[in-house]
């Protein structure tokens, strides 16, 4: 059974910087596409980014593209989002998600980590 395990979130001033991780255990990440999502309180699921287990392509949405990078360590089992220039509207709970082996970004995701919170606050 795939598990993600989200970690790094925390509570941050605007235009600070915070890097998530993304552990992933049970199975080889090699294969396995990644996503980040992100909730804010009121407000839909929203798909921040993800990274291509098939051909390593990456996608941002328009809201953080050029501020966010998303990238992964096969070895260490472990997707990274590096996040700069934080805004308070980057406020959410960020969580990473996977389709299965050998599916691209875009298709259902079927595993979920439980979260992590990011405030940016002054």
């Known amino acids: 059974q795939v598990q993600l395990v989200e970690s790094g979130g925390g509570l941050v001033q605007p235009g600070d910087s915070l890097r998530l991780s993304c552990g992933m255990s049970?199975?080889?990440?090699?294969?396995?596409?990644v996503a980040w999502f992100r909730q804010a309180p009121g407000k839909e699921r929203e798909e921040v980014s993800c990274?291509?287990?098939?051909?390593?392509?990456?996608s941002y949405a328009d809201s953080v593209k050029g501020r966010f990078t998303i990238s992964r360590d096969n070895t260490k089992n472990t997707v990274y989002l590096q996040m700069n220039s934080l805004k308070p509207e980057d406020t959410a709970v960020y969580s990473c998600?996977?389709?299965?082996?050998?599916?691209?970004?875009?298709?259902?995701?079927?595993?979920w980590g439980q979260g992590t919170q990011v405030t940016v606050s002054s």
């Open positions: 990274i291509s287990g098939i051909n390593g392509r990456t």
């Open positions: 998600a996977a389709p299965g082996e050998y599916k691209d970004c875009g298709q259902t995701y079927v595993f």
């Open positions: 049970g199975f080889p990440l090699l294969y396995y596409s």
